[in-house]
């Protein structure tokens, strides 16, 4: 990159006619013409007046500036104003000194110092790459020590960083807090750790326990429940933007989305290293030792990029190429938040403002997510060994093997039948009324088959169905010329042309010399045959895969592909775009594929002409594609099955060949030769003309075997994922518009303000991004996390910005304490656990939240931590506190999402099916997050819109947070089932508001609470009806401020 | 409204809510994020704003735009190069339906869809030169209402609300009044994003509950009243105990709000009231229920004004008619979304004028995108974002004017060209604000309404 500014400098000291361009032209040029000439803005008239090359090359009317000739040279007569020429600018005039100059300059043969080509960016902001990277947070993180501090306030401390809080305030004079009395400190430390306030059990067990170290006993006890997953899962979510569903116009629901929530909720309650947790998000189906769960044996890695594609959706797209800009925007500014703490979507259009981020960075981020591309993967392959599925391809082979011998005598036999069928092939009205039945029609079918046996024998009749039926199989069409000479052999197919596939999943195999389909369930045992490309499910529908050719530009001509197969979907993914198929403009680019013969697809692409795309074929792609709001996922079929091929066998040249069938079919029996041989021989089983005999003591060991291994297949299990596409640099956009690419080369590589590596690996650098976030020398990635775990715990990043790390962020309030706490993170191995568990230990989290009162007054916000916050709760605790007070809440973990309540919002086409008010007692994690329908009491507490990510949420403190928690249904249906257990306590009115208060505030009632515990009681009418009292009782409870606000 | 509400006065209630709060001053906005609460940056023309949505594009050539040639060359293959459409099904030229006719002093053309607003000319400017950015409904309905194409951005209504706040104590200071139509892309387009809740929309219903959670659930008379004095009292305690903490006196005396607001908002909104002949001008006696909807929506409208309230959006009806979105029967579908709207708006200008209200209420009428001057299939209009009519009125716009203009086809803006950029910008600046200065701090930047776009339009001003 050339800054213009030091070229000038340098060639402006040598040059009057320079020195005379910076001092009077260049002022001139960016006042009144760059606004409308310049690549950063606008190019009116085809005119650049932002570079010499632009001028040179002139506008729509031709050169503008004569070196030279001023009077001759078109800007001078247009900035005249003279007649017949357009006038410039169109709405002022440049007063007549500026003209002067402008025609001085041009008889000074117009020296311009501005030597940047035509489509080449101008440096125009003086972005200073060097400069940026003196920014705080790009300094390597520093070895702190640990403050020493005055000996009467060391024994206040308990951890290291407690010292670098107590020196702060030491150095403002303030004492810290006083200890937070252990009730208010083991809630306070509940909600933060689980979300969840301590049942009354737990507290009962807290107080009980009067050894030392009760409250470090009780916050090991909360960090190992599985509830802490949920929570800290949920923190992820904010900042992954999660969402289930696509918003836009129909709100389509991404299927298994929510398993990426399932993996969250795991990742932290088994403490992954972070470290490994930026692998798996950004690479984590390209790690060469997956994490498997102990448990299932399942993959749990390949589900870490699963949020990268949780973009909104938009249908009806006129520009995919637009739209990809739009969804990989999203994908950068995830990233750039999450684990660099930069906001690097900014620099989209232009180098970033304020930030060492180049727009070359964002667009290297680009290329990188361009050559990556959705996908569901399978997490239960990896139970899949090598091993079992060479157990499983050979029982397989076996099967058919003996099938094909056990039917080999019946090749003899088949002379008889074979007469029969030509004799009726004569029957030209037999034909004709054959080929015009209608398929649909069962009862017009089962009359002539009916007909055609008492004519004929069952053989012969299943032979003449197999060739004259509608639908006949296509495999065996090409012997009708064996019994008609009317019906010659079907011409070779059309070859589609080389296509280069990549195949993901163990499903897909080679099928160029034949593959059968076996069900060993069913007496035929053979199903079919694919004798040319790949196919999948030919073993067991269960084997997953997913193929996909590599990027190729469109011509504009249809895209043409042979597919066959049951509950597979085939589609043209032009750039990238997810919704495929949805749209009217889409929708015939995504075919569902039901049907066992082969159809010839194409895709139309003269609406798309010169875009990147790649073909994509999906077994199980039924239960892989978006659906409508309310429609529930779609089953994985044990029938699915699909081939693919650019080029489908001969059949003809099969029986071409042949004398008669009954020569033909021995010789297939005894193995076919080729593809075509093993579909036309899968057929014959298909159809019924040959059958297995299975009596045959060979085949019935060999079944025995076959379901043996099949059995130990687990359903798919799948995931949103990556894979490697093809490998593609992306252009920078000139002002971030995609249709104006730069001409340079613009390689992949980590952040030029980082360390500005080149990536050297084959694939799409995902793996070396992780490698780079994650090395030693990076500043942001530890500080980054560390802080967001901070803000967490204490209500407020050290960083209080902390999904910004740049100038326009917040600076660090504790700059030693952040370095140190990243120091730590790292030395213990990035383990999440065990940072929350030392803050929690800290002094400075068992502080109470009573302020000192000069602290009080001149550090309002608590940036020097005298004291620990009152915070109200999350949206997600509120309700779930309800529901624990109620006795409604259901404490199992994971699972498909509840469809929220959504009663109270308006109806449209892209409603969801209504959820039950209460959610089933799952806690708020499990609600659908189904984003033009998300649950309106969390979003009233500020839950976030799920669309952008958020690492700090507003806490706003609103009128329609109390109508919410007065008049909303829920909180009446809970205030109701709380009364109604209450009232059915056995135990006195003073004892059931002691529970009460232990469950809403887990704390005992104060004497003044009993008392007015009572008198409201009394106030409510116990006596007329206790329950009602109750109820009343329990909703006024809930609305109590403490109930929802933690001290 | 509920009769629960009866004995207790409100003025007792306000009295009584604030024995033994402490100073009421700290429950300022210490712990949380402040609102820019910023004055006007200079005098407003428009106190208030209704923004009167026109849900999936209104034919500008069917309407604002009246195109000649079209009946001339109806029928034809278009003659210019047609751009990338939606369902990509383009027909032929398609002549309008409907005549236009001169109104008013200043002649303003209007076709006969709009007999009503017609009557009302000499207060419009007509913005012929409309254009948005995408052609499809949910990009461009966000756009209309946030600048970015993008879903989740805080919507015009919000930043109104975050740049001036409320004037009503009682009311929330951004209202939209739903129709019953859901919006392609969804309600949350007129959210507030980012911005904090309190600048969020209150959704009210003409019918039905009026607002969500508005409507105690107790059905005992005075119930909610005993539950609320006793909560105070306990509340109190705690306040007593914490003395110290903003955050819980703010929640406290939020609670004193949200039951004034449990009794303005019903009364406000409740048209029942209104003499008979302000039904029957806004159309509450209309055969067609829609109209009668939209009539109630609109007289709700000028109602919330009246207290203050500072942006009032209208989405329209459902029910008969998917919203204006005539991909095909344009003339029965058009016919029908015109006839719900057309007599209650200018009903709305008629009485707010007659009270004096016009001068200092901007309305604006405005879908996301117009109708392609050809047909799609036999008898409909596909998307046009490349040129279309909007128009405003009222509070500082220069009535009876036309600004801008399409080509001769209606396909192109050619004259004046303006995006909703400019639209934002000219709407904030009538309310006193300029638009490149209301700015929040969102993802590193300070985010503005208008992006980094938008121009003032002398020409439309009075």
Request: net charge negative; aromatic share 8%.
């Given at each position: 990159m050339v800054s213009s500014l030091v070229l000038a400098a340098q060639v402006a000291s040598g040059s009057d006619g320079f020195t005379f361009f910076e001092n009077k032209v260049r002022p001139i040029m960016e006042e009144?013409?760059?606004?409308?000439?310049?690549?950063?803005?606008?190019?009116?008239?085809?005119?650049?007046?932002?570079?010499?090359?632009?001028?040179?090359?002139?506008?729509?009317?031709?050169?503008?500036?004569?070196?030279?000739?001023?009077?001759?040279?078109?800007?001078?007569?247009?900035?005249?104003?003279?007649?017949?020429?357009?006038?410039?600018?169109?709405?002022?005039?440049?007063?007549?000194?500026?003209?002067?100059?402008?025609?001085?300059?041009?008889?000074?043969?117009?020296?311009?110092?501005?030597?940047?080509?035509?489509?080449?960016?101008?440096?125009?902001?003086?972005?200073?790459?060097?400069?940026?990277?003196?920014?705080?947070?790009?300094?390597?993180?520093?070895r702190v020590a640990v403050p020493k501090v005055a000996p009467e306030v060391e024994e206040w401390c308990r951890t290291d960083l407690d010292r670098f809080?107590?020196?702060?305030?030491?150095?403002?004079?303030?004492?810290?807090?006083?200890?937070?009395?252990?009730?208010?400190?083991?809630?306070?430390?509940?909600?933060?750790?689980?979300?969840?306030?301590?049942?009354?059990?737990?507290?009962?067990?807290?107080?009980?326990?009067?050894?030392?170290?009760?409250?470090?006993?009780?916050?090991?006890?909360?960090?190992?429940?599985?509830?802490?997953?949920?929570?800290?899962?949920?923190?992820?979510?904010?900042?992954?933007?999660?969402?289930?569903?696509?918003?836009?116009?129909?709100?389509?629901?991404?299927?298994?989305?929510?398993?990426?929530?399932?993996?969250?909720?795991?990742?932290?309650?088994?403490?992954?290293?972070?470290?490994?947790?930026?692998?798996?998000?950004?690479?984590?189906?390209?790690?060469?030792?997956?994490r498997i769960n102990p448990g299932t044996g399942c993959n749990e890695s390949v589900a870490g990029p699963g949020f990268l594609h949780l973009a909104d959706g938009h249908h009806g797209v006129t520009d995919l190429h637009e739209d990809e800009a739009r969804v990989i925007d999203s994908m950068i500014n995830v990233v750039g938040t999450a684990f660099h703490g930069l906001t690097i979507s900014c620099a989209r259009c232009h180098d970033h403002k304020f930030d060492a981020i180049t727009d070359e960075d964002y667009y290297s981020l680009y290329g990188m997510f361009r050559s990556s591309r959705l996908h569901y993967a399978n997490v239960a392959e990896s139970n899949w060994s090598a091993e079992r599925s060479r157990e499983l391809r050979s029982a397989h082979g076996d099967v058919v093997k003996a099938t094909v011998k056990s039917a080999a005598a019946q090749a003899g036999k088949l002379e008889e039948a074979i007469a029969k069928v030509r004799k009726l092939a004569e029957n030209k009205e037999l034909v004709e009324a054959w080929r015009k039945l209608n398929p649909k029609d069962a009862e017009a079918r089962k009359k002539l088959r009916t007909e055609l046996g008492e004519m004929t024998s069952p053989e012969a009749a299943r032979w003449f169905v197999a060739l004259y039926a509608p639908g006949g199989k296509q495999e065996l069409l090409g012997m009708k010329h064996l019994f008609d000479s009317a019906n010659p052999p079907p011409r070779k197919s059309e070859s589609l042309g080389e296509r280069t596939w990549l195949a993901d999943g163990v499903g897909f195999e080679s099928a160029e010399s034949g593959r059968f389909f076996v069900n060993p369930d069913d007496p035929k045992i053979i199903q079919r045959a694919a004798g040319g490309g790949m196919v999948a499910g030919h073993v067991s529908a269960r084997l997953d895969g997913t193929v996909r050719s590599e990027d190729f530009v469109t011509d504009g001509g249809p895209?043409?592909?042979?597919?066959?197969?049951?509950?597979?979907?085939?589609?043209?993914?032009?750039?990238?775009?997810?919704?495929?198929?949805?749209?009217?403009?889409?929708?015939?680019?995504?075919?569902?594929?039901?049907?066992?013969?082969?159809?010839?697809?194409?895709?139309?692409?003269?609406?798309?002409?010169?875009?990147?795309?790649?073909?994509?074929?999906?077994?199980?792609?039924?239960?892989?594609?978006?659906?409508?709001?309310?429609?529930?996922?779609?089953?994985?079929?044990?029938?699915?099955?699909?081939?693919?091929?650019?080029?489908?066998?001969d059949w003809g040249k099969v029986w071409s060949g042949a004398n008669s069938i009954e020569e033909m079919v021995a010789s297939l029996l005894e193995g076919p030769k080729d593809g075509a041989g093993a579909e036309v021989l899968g057929a014959l089983f298909s159809s019924g003309l040959l059958a297995a005999d299975l009596a045959d003591p060979q085949l019935k060991k060999a079944l025995g075997s076959l379901k043996k291994v099949r059995d130990l297949i687990e359903k798919p299990v799948y995931v949103r994922s990556l894979v490697e596409g093809t490998n593609m640099n992306e252009p920078v956009y000139i002002r971030g518009n995609h249709k104006r690419p730069s001409d340079e080369e613009n390689p992949r590589r980590f952040l030029a303000g980082l360390s500005g590596e080149a990536f050297t690996g084959r694939g799409s650098g995902r793996r070396e991004w992780a490698e780079q976030l994650l090395k030693p020398g990076n500043p942001l990635t530890a500080r980054v996390r560390v802080n967001r775990i901070w803000s967490r715990v204490f209500g407020k990043g050290i960083v209080a910005s902390v999904d910004d790390f740049g100038k326009m962020g917040e600076k660090p309030s504790h700059p030693e304490l952040l370095d140190f706490l990243a120091n730590d993170f790292v030395k213990e191995k990035w383990s999440i656990k065990a940072m929350i568990r030392k803050m929690l230990l800290s002094s400075t989290f068992r502080m109470s939240s009573i302020p000192g009162a000069e602290a009080a007054e001149l550090d309002p916000g608590n940036v020097f931590l005298q004291r620990m916050p009152v915070r109200r709760m999350s949206a997600e605790s509120i309700r779930d506190h309800i529901l624990a007070a109620s006795g409604d809440l259901k404490r199992d973990l994971f699972g498909p999402s509840v469809p929220a309540y959504i009663k109270d919002q308006p109806n449209s086409r892209a409603k969801p099916r209504e959820g039950p008010l209460g959610g089933n007692g799952r806690r708020s994690i499990y609600l659908a997050s189904q984003r033009n329908y998300l649950p309106s009491f969390l979003r009233t507490f500020d839950a976030p819109n799920s669309t952008e990510p958020v690492g700090r949420r507003n806490v706003t403190n609103v009128p329609a947070q109390s109508l919410a928690l007065l008049n909303h249904p829920l909180v009446h249906q809970q205030a109701k089932v709380w009364g109604e257990r209450i009232v059915k306590r056995e135990e006195s009115d003073q004892e059931k508001l002691r529970h009460l208060h232990r469950v809403a505030f887990s704390r005992e009632a104060t004497k003044e609470e009993i008392e007015w515990g009572l008198s409201a009681l009394g106030k409510l009418g116990t006596a007329a009806n206790p329950q009602e009292a109750w109820i009343s009782l329990c909703h006024i409870i809930i609305n109590r401020k403490e109930f929802i606000y933690v001290f | 409204m509920s009769s629960s509400l009866s004995h207790l006065s409100r003025r007792e209630f306000m009295h009584r809510g604030s024995l033994g709060f402490g100073s009421l001053a700290l429950a300022g906005l210490l712990d949380q994020e402040a609102d820019a609460a910023i004055k006007p940056h200079f005098a407003p023309k428009a106190k208030h704003v209704i923004f009167l949505y026109m849900d999936g594009g209104v034919s500008h050539v069917d309407s604002f735009d009246p195109k000649p040639l079209l009946k001339k060359e109806n029928g034809q293959k278009p003659k210019f190069e047609v751009e990338a459409t939606v369902f990509n099904n383009n027909g032929n030229i398609l002549a309008s339906p409907w005549e236009f006719k001169n109104y008013g002093q200043s002649g303003i053309p209007i076709s006969d869809l709009f007999p009503h607003i017609g009557s009302c000319a000499d207060d419009l400017c007509v913005m012929r030169s409309m254009t948005a950015f995408s052609p499809s409904h949910p990009n461009a309905n966000y756009s209309l209402h946030s600048g970015l194409i993008l879903s989740g951005r805080p919507s015009m209504g919000a930043w109104a609300s975050y740049g001036l706040g409320s004037s009503n104590a009682d009311l929330p200071?951004?209202?939209?009044?739903?129709?019953?139509?859901?919006?392609?892309?969804?309600?949350?387009?007129?959210?507030?994003?980012?911005?904090?809740?309190?600048?969020?929309?209150?959704?009210?219903?003409?019918?039905?509950?009026?607002?969500?959670?508005?409507?105690?659930?107790?059905?005992?008379?005075?119930?909610?009243?005993?539950?609320?004095?006793?909560?105070?009292?306990?509340?109190?305690?705690?306040?007593?105990?914490?003395?110290?903490?903003?955050?819980?006196?703010?929640?406290?005396?939020?609670?004193?709000?949200?039951?004034?607001?449990?009794?303005?908002?019903?009364?406000?909104?409740?048209?029942?009231?209104?003499?008979?002949?302000?039904?029957?001008?806004?159309?509450?006696?209309?055969?067609?229920?829609?109209?009668?909807?939209?009539?109630?929506?609109?007289?709700?409208?000028?109602?919330?004004?009246?207290?203050?309230?500072?942006?009032?959006?209208?989405?329209?009806?459902?029910?008969?008619?998917?919203?204006?979105?005539?991909?095909?029967?344009?003339?029965?579908?058009?016919?029908?979304?015109?006839?719900?709207?057309?007599?209650?708006?200018a009903a709305l200008i008629k009485d707010l004028k007659?009270?004096?209200?016009?001068?200092?209420?901007?309305?604006?009428?405005?879908?996301?995108?117009?109708?392609?001057?050809?047909?799609?299939g036999r008898d409909g209009r596909d998307h046009n974002p490349q040129g279309f009519s909007i128009w405003m009125a009222g509070g500082g716009i220069k009535g009876g004017t036309i600004y801008g203009a399409t080509d001769e086809y209606g396909y192109h803006a050619v004259e004046n060209k303006m995006t909703v950029h400019d639209m934002h910008a000219n709407m904030l600046h009538l309310m006193g604000v300029d638009h490149e200065k209301l700015t929040y701090r969102y993802g590193g930047r300070d985010v503005r309404l208008t992006d980094v776009h938008g121009e003032i339009i002398p020409e439309i001003l009075a």
């Open positions: 009144h013409c760059l606004k409308c000439h310049s690549e950063a803005k606008k190019v009116k008239g085809g005119l650049l007046l932002d570079r010499k090359a632009g001028w040179e090359d002139g506008g729509d009317s031709g050169p503008v500036i004569v070196p030279g000739k001023p009077e001759e040279s078109l800007l001078i007569q247009m900035i005249r104003h003279e007649a017949d020429v357009e006038a410039m600018p169109p709405k002022s005039k440049l007063s007549d000194g500026e003209i002067a100059d402008l025609a001085r300059w041009i008889k000074m043969g117009a020296p311009d110092p501005r030597g940047e080509a035509i489509g080449q960016k101008i440096n125009e902001s003086g972005f200073d790459l060097e400069e940026r990277k003196q920014w705080w947070s790009l300094q390597p993180v520093a809080v107590i020196a702060g305030l030491e150095a403002k004079g303030w004492a810290p807090a006083a200890e937070a009395d252990e009730v208010t400190l083991l809630r306070r430390a509940s909600f933060v750790l689980t979300g969840l306030a301590p049942t009354p059990g737990e507290l009962d067990e807290f107080l009980a326990d009067s050894r030392e170290g009760a409250y470090q006993r009780a916050v090991d006890r909360m960090m190992s429940s599985p509830h802490f997953g949920e929570n800290w899962a949920r923190h992820w979510m904010d900042v992954a933007r999660y969402g289930e569903s696509k918003a836009f116009e129909n709100d389509y629901v991404m299927p298994h989305t929510w398993r990426y929530r399932d993996y969250l909720v795991r990742a932290f309650n088994e403490d992954v290293p972070y470290d490994q947790f930026v692998r798996e998000a950004l690479a984590g189906d390209l790690l060469e030792h997956p895209i043409k592909i042979w597919v066959k197969g049951r509950s597979a979907t085939v589609s043209l993914v032009i750039r990238n775009y997810e919704l495929v198929g949805h749209g009217p403009t889409t929708a015939p680019l995504r075919k569902r594929v039901n049907s066992d013969q082969w159809q010839l697809i194409q895709f139309p692409t003269s609406l798309w002409k010169d875009e990147v795309a790649f073909i994509q074929i999906q077994h199980q792609g039924e239960s892989k594609r978006l659906r409508g709001a309310g429609a529930g996922e779609v089953a994985i079929s044990d029938e699915a099955w699909v081939a693919v091929a650019t080029e489908i066998p | 200071s951004y209202v939209v009044i739903h129709g019953g139509q859901v919006p392609s892309g969804g309600m949350q387009m007129t959210g507030e994003g980012f911005l904090p809740a309190a600048h969020g929309p209150s959704v009210l219903h003409p019918k039905g509950v009026v607002l969500q959670n508005i409507n105690p659930l107790e059905k005992k008379e005075g119930l909610q009243q005993d539950k609320l004095a006793l909560l105070r009292q306990i509340d109190g305690q705690l306040q007593e105990r914490r003395p110290d903490s903003a955050l819980i006196a703010s929640a406290v005396k939020n609670y004193e709000m949200a039951y004034r607001m449990q009794m303005a908002v019903p009364e406000v909104t409740d048209v029942s009231k209104e003499p008979e002949s302000i039904k029957k001008l806004y159309g509450l006696d209309s055969k067609f229920n829609n109209t009668r909807t939209y009539g109630a929506q609109c007289l709700m409208a000028r109602r919330l004004v009246e207290q203050g309230v500072r942006f009032v959006e209208l989405t329209i009806t459902t029910g008969n008619g998917d919203r204006w979105d005539q991909h095909g029967g344009l003339k029965n579908g058009h016919t029908k979304n015109a006839l719900a709207v057309d007599q209650p708006i007659s009270r004096g209200l016009l001068d200092s209420t901007l309305l604006v009428f405005a879908g996301e995108f117009g109708r392609t001057p050809f047909a799609q």
